[in-house]
């Protein structure tokens, strides 16, 4: 590198230290502008990021914010595609030990149940244990002590008002429509 392109570098680099860098605050999220994305109230954000920031705005083609495309699938950086998540209920029992079992209800939570007095409903209506049960990365499921799968199925469509089709139960570690 020769001497008068290190002074150039140098020159730039100092006018750059010098000047005070200015930062624009959302009003709505009140995050600097660049990270509005990442507040969770984007959509109250656009708004104001496409009239004020005109440039911040192109980072939409550059893969920098998450878009929705028609399928209300979400597309990610490199583009990529999340799917949402399906609606349904899957039913399993599992063996505890010995002759006990377990009946694991997931996705009541998307069908507008409240779990815990779901959890308590079944309780009283099935003479049993049943509990709400925390799992990473899968989201939160009811524990019912005993073999209650059938009584569920049955139970469901009706008292709960899950539609048929969303109901599946776990046959061999496969997932099999409830109702055919």
């Known amino acids: 590198m020769s001497e008068e392109a290190a002074e150039a570098a140098d020159n730039v680099l100092d006018e750059l ?6 930062v624009q605050y959302c009003p709505s999220c009140s995050f ?6 990442f507040s969770g109230k984007l959509e109250e954000c656009k708004p104001w990021l496409e009239t004020q920031l005109a440039e911040l705005t192109d980072l939409r083609e550059k893969g920098k914010i998450k878009k929705k495309t028609e399928d209300g699938e979400k597309e990610l950086p490199g583009g990529k595609k999340k799917k949402k998540k399906e609606v349904e209920v899957v039913v399993s029992v599992s ?5 006990k079992h377990i ?3 997931k996705g009541m939570d998307m069908f507008g149940h409240k779990l815990d007095e779901l959890a308590k409903a079944l309780k009283k209506q099935l003479s049993c244990g049943a509990a709400v049960v925390s799992n990473p990365g899968q989201g939160d499921s009811i524990d019912i002590q005993g073999d209650v799968q059938d009584t569920l199925l049955d139970r469901l469509p009706g008292k709960f008002k899950v539609p048929k089709e969303a109901i599946f139960k776990m046959e061999d570690k496969a997932k099999v429509p409830a109702y055919d």
């Open 17 to 22: 230290l010098e000047k005070p860098v200015t």
């Open 32 to 37: 600097p502008a660049e990270y509005c994305e």
């Open 95 to 99: 063996k505890r030990g010995g002759r």
């Open 103 to 105: 009946t694991n209800i």
